[in-house]
C-alpha cells in the first residue's frame, strides 16, 4: 500500500490528514486516490497551450503542494542515438534561472544523466535492497553533505503499435532537503512514476502539435533513421515481393499502342471548274455543310460579258438565217444554220462556265481542309484544289504501330481512343485493315492500321489526334517486358554478329 505525501489542485490527496487516512484505507482506496491522482495530472496538463507552460506548471504546482524544495523537468534532444542522448531543455520550479551555464542547473543535469544513462528510476539514498547496483555519484553530489534526497525517474512517450518499450523523453527530479521535512520514500517515489507514466504521454502529444509540417517531417525522418528504416526496409521488400509476384503470375492485357488520328470514312476534294479569280468564301475548315450549299464563288464578269456577246451574234445569226428563209437561198440557209448552232453550242458552254462558278456541296458534309477566307480576289487555275469535304457523321480512326509490333496486330482486334480534346472518354475501336507498306515517320518505320469505331460522340471531328491501344492478348507484364528486350537483343546480336 502506498502513501501518497501531498496534495494540489492537480488532484493529489491531502498531505498529512489524508496520507494518515491512505495509511489505514482499503487497498481499493488508495487505487481510487492514485488514479485521481494521475486523472488530475492529466487533466492540468491537457489544459495548457503549449509543452513549455504545461512543464512549467507542472514543476510549479509539484513542488508548492508536494513540499518539494526543488522540482525540475528535462527533455531530451530529438533525434540523439541511444548512446549519446541528452536533455536540451530545463524547467525548474520556484521560477529559478534555468540557464544551462550556472553551476546548480548542471548539477542537476548531471544527475538527470546520470538516471538516463542507466535507464534507471533513481532515489538516493536509496531505501531498499537493489538487485541491479545503481550508480548514484551525480545524486550524492547533487545532495552535498545534507541528509537530503532526490529521486530521478524517466518520462516515458506513448507506447508504439509493435508493443515495443516506450522510448524516454525526458527526466522528472524531485529534490528534498533535510530539517523538519521527511525524507522521500519508495511510496513517493511510485506516486512519481506514476505521474511520469500518465503525463509523458500528454507533455509528447503537447509538443508534437506545437511544430509545423516541416518540424514534423523533420522530426519522422530523423526517428525512423535512428531505428535504422527497419519498417521501411520490411514494407519495401514485402512490397517489392508482391509487385514481383503480381508481375510474373497475374496476367494482364496485352496492348500495342500509338498515335491515332481521326478521319472522315471518305474524303472529297473540290477543285477549281474554270480558270479565274476567287470571289466568295462561304465556308471554313470545320463547318458543316448541307447537299447543295454554296461554298464558294468565281469571279464572272468576264463569263457575264462572254455570254451577252454570245447571245448578241446568236440573236444577229438567227436574224440572217431568218432573212435567208425568205428569200428561199438554199445555200445561204444552210451556211446561218451552221453558224447558229455553232453560236449556241458557245452560249450553253459559257452558261455552264458561270454555273460552275458557284461551287456547292455535293452531299452533307464537313469541311476539313481549305482555308480560302485569306485569298479573296487571288487567280486561280482550272484543277486548282480548292477544299476537302467529308461525309458527316462517318469517321475512322489511323492508328500508326511501329515495326516492332504490327506481328501482333491482327483484323478485327478491339481496342480503345483516347483524344486530346476527350480526354475524359475512351471509345471503343475495331481493327478493320492493315496497310501493308510502311512508311517513315520521325526517323522510325511504322505501319498505319484502319479502325472504325463501335461509336461516334456528337462532338467528334475530322482531325482530332490522341493515343490508341489495340489489345493483341494476355499475359503478365514481366513476360510481355522480357520476351520484347529479348527480341530486340536477338535484333542486335544478329546485326553485330550475324
Known amino acids: 500500500m502506498s502513501v501518497l505525501p501531498f496534495s494540489s489542485p492537480l488532484g493529489l490527496p491531502a498531505s498529512a490528514d489524508v496520507a494518515q487516512a491512505c495509511a489505514t484505507a482499503s487497498d481499493a482506496q488508495v487505487l481510487g486516490l492514485e488514479l485521481g491522482m494521475v486523472l488530475g495530472v492529466q487533466a492540468e496538463l491537457l489544459s495548457a497551450c503549449t509543452r513549455a507552460e504545461a512543464a512549467q506548471r507542472w514543476v510549479d504546482t509539484l513542488a508548492r503542494d508536494g513540499g518539494h524544495d526543488r522540482v525540475a523537468l528535462a527533455f531530451l534532444e530529438f533525434g540523439t542515438s541511444a548512446a549519446g542522448q541528452r536533455l536540451e531543455k530545463i524547467y525548474l520550479s520556484g521560477g529559478v534561472s534555468n540557464d544551462p551555464g550556472s553551476s546548480h542547473v548542471r548539477s542537476v543535469l548531471t544527475a538527470m544523466h546520470e538516471a538516463l544513462d ?48 516506450a522510448p524516454a523523453i525526458g527526466v522528472l527530479c524531485v529534490q528534498r532537503s533535510s530539517g523538519n521535512k521527511t525524507p522521500l520514500s519508495t511510496a513517493d517515489m511510485a506516486a512519481f512514476q506514476h505521474l511520469a507514466a500518465f ?61 491515332a488520328r481521326v478521319e472522315g470514312a471518305t474524303q472529297r476534294m473540290l477543285s477549281a471548274p474554270v480558270a479565274g479569280f476567287l470571289k466568295q468564301v462561304h465556308v471554313r475548315p470545320g463547318d458543316v455543310v448541307k447537299e447543295g450549299q454554296l461554298l464558294l464563288e468565281m469571279a464572272d464578269q468576264e463569263l457575264l460579258v462572254e455570254r451577252e456577246r454570245w447571245s448578241s451574234q446568236l440573236a444577229q445569226s438567227d436574224s440572217t438565217l431568218a432573212e435567208a428563209n425568205a428569200k428561199a437561198d438554199r445555200s445561204q440557209l444552210v451556211i446561218g444554220l451552221a453558224k447558229s448552232n455553232e453560236m449556241q453550242a458557245q452560249l450553253d458552254m459559257v452558261q455552264s462556265q458561270l454555273d460552275r462558278s458557284q461551287v456547292r456541296a455535293p452531299f452533307d458534309a464537313v469541311v476539313v481542309h481549305g482555308d480560302l ?121 544478329w546485326s553485330w554478329f550475324g
Open 118 to 165: 542507466q535507464r534507471a528510476h533513481l532515489l538516493t539514498p536509496p531505501l531498499e535492497f537493489e538487485a541491479v547496483p545503481r550508480i548514484r555519484a551525480a545524486q550524492q553530489q547533487l545532495i552535498g553533505h545534507s541528509e537530503g534526497s532526490v529521486a530521478c525517474v524517466l518520462l516515458s512517450a506513448a507506447a508504439d503499435s509493435s508493443h515495443n518499450a
Open 199 to 259: 503525463g509523458g504521454p500528454v507533455l509528447q502529444l503537447l509538443d508534437e502539435r506545437d511544430y509545423q509540417i516541416k518540424q514534423r517531417l523533420a522530426r519522422w525522418w530523423k526517428r525512423e533513421r535512428a531505428l535504422g528504416f527497419k519498417r521501411w526496409r520490411v514494407a519495401i521488400a514485402g512490397g517489392a515481393a508482391l509487385t514481383f509476384a503480381a508481375l510474373t503470375l497475374w496476367p494482364a492485357d496485352l496492348n500495342v499502342s500509338g498515335h
Open 373 to 493: 477566307s485569306q485569298r479573296l480576289g487571288a487567280p486561280l487555275e482550272q484543277g486548282a484544289e480548292l477544299m476537302t469535304l467529308a461525309p458527316a457523321g462517318r469517321f475512322r480512326v489511323i492508328v500508326e504501330v511501329d515495326e516492332a509490333d504490327i506481328a501482333r496486330v491482327s483484323a478485327h482486334q478491339e481496342g480503345t481512343l483516347a483524344l486530346s480534346a476527350l480526354p475524359w472518354d475512351s471509345l471503343p475501336l475495331r481493327v478493320a485493315r492493315i496497310t501493308p507498306m510502311a512508311t517513315t515517320l520521325e526517323g522510325r518505320n511504322v505501319f498505319e492500321v484502319e479502325a472504325e469505331l463501335s461509336q461516334t460522340p456528337p462532338n467528334l471531328r475530322p482531325g482530332l489526334t490522341g493515343h490508341a491501344r489495340i489489345h493483341v492478348g494476355q499475359r503478365p507484364l514481366l513476360v510481355g517486358w522480357v520476351m520484347r528486350a529479348a527480341d530486340r537483343l536477338r535484333l542486335a546480336w
